[in-house]
């Protein structure tokens, strides 16, 4: 069985802890005292997480996820670090891998990204497999409002349908990159992008991710 999704978690509350708990974020409104507050809540809390995908309910997760950020930060990170509870789906070894290594890899670039002087990551080939992996599976719904079609590609020159529609826009880079750029993070994913000059532009500000 992989472990990245532990590894990832490891390095998340490695690079929150360093950051301190005011740091900024790369989501929006958020410092990293919240995004802590986000995973701990999304692993522990279902019942206010479901929030996050659906909108009636996201009242009540904001409300319990503020009541989480108000916890010490300590707190906080160990929780993340240990992990959630017997009782969570993500206690599930299947469940953990399959749903959070993009949840903690995507949210520790969120935090590395924010600061100044950032570096990227260079992944071993078999993490960015992965990472490509869960391109295939899940770039359809992180494109789904995109306004133009979007083609992700790779350097070894595989490709997946992000988004089917005309004008399209090429994207290449690496897995991990591309992963970035289809979450919403276009600014900061190193991606070439290509096609009509006023697609690109409508892709780089487009609403994508979950």
Same mark, same amino acid.
């Given at each position: 069985?992989?472990?990245?999704?532990k590894?990832e978690?490891?390095?998340?509350?490695?690079?929150?802890?360093?950051?301190?708990?005011a740091?900024?974020?790369l989501?929006?409104?958020?410092?990293?005292?919240?995004?802590?507050?986000?995973?701990v809540?999304?692993?522990?809390r279902s019942?206010?997480a479901? @929030?996050?995908?659906?909108?009636?309910?996201a009242a009540r997760?904001?409300?319990?996820?503020?009541?989480?950020?108000?916890k010490?930060?300590?707190?906080?990170l160990?929780?993340?670090?240990?992990?959630?509870?017997?009782?969570?789906?993500f206690?599930?070894k299947?469940?953990?891998?399959?749903?959070?290594v993009l949840e903690f890899y995507?949210h520790?670039?969120?935090?590395?990204?924010?600061?100044?002087?950032?570096t990227?990551?260079?992944?071993?080939?078999?993490?960015?497999?992965?990472?490509w992996r869960r391109v295939?599976?899940?770039?359809?719904a992180?494109?789904?409002?995109?306004?133009v079609?979007?083609?992700?590609?790779?350097?070894?020159?595989?490709?997946?349908?992000?988004?089917?529609?005309?004008?399209?826009?090429?994207?290449?880079?690496?897995?991990?990159?591309?992963?970035l750029?289809l979450?919403?993070?276009?600014?900061?994913?190193?991606?070439s992008?290509? @096609?009509?000059?006023?697609?690109?532009a409508k892709?780089a500000e487009?609403?994508?991710?979950?």
């Open positions: 069985m992989s472990t990245y999704a590894r978690r490891l390095l998340l509350a490695d690079l929150l802890e360093a950051a301190g708990p740091a900024p974020t989501c929006k409104g958020w410092l990293t005292r919240d995004l802590a507050a986000h995973v809540v999304r692993e522990r019942d206010a479901a @929030g996050i995908l659906v909108k009636p309910l997760l904001a409300r319990v996820q503020d009541e989480f950020a108000a010490p930060y300590e707190e906080l160990q929780l993340i670090r240990t992990g959630p509870p017997r009782f969570s789906p206690a599930l299947q469940v953990d891998e399959a749903t959070n995507v520790a670039e969120d935090v590395r990204r924010a600061q100044p002087g950032w990227p990551r260079t992944l071993d080939p078999v993490f960015s497999d992965v990472l295939e599976r899940t770039a359809r992180l494109a789904r409002r995109s306004p079609g979007l083609v992700a590609r790779i350097p070894d020159g595989r490709t997946a349908v992000a988004h089917k529609g005309t004008p399209v826009v090429t994207l290449t880079g690496e897995p991990g990159e591309v992963l750029y979450y919403g993070r276009q600014q900061v994913a190193d991606v992008a290509e @096609g009509d000059p006023a697609a690109v892709a487009a609403s994508l991710g979950l």
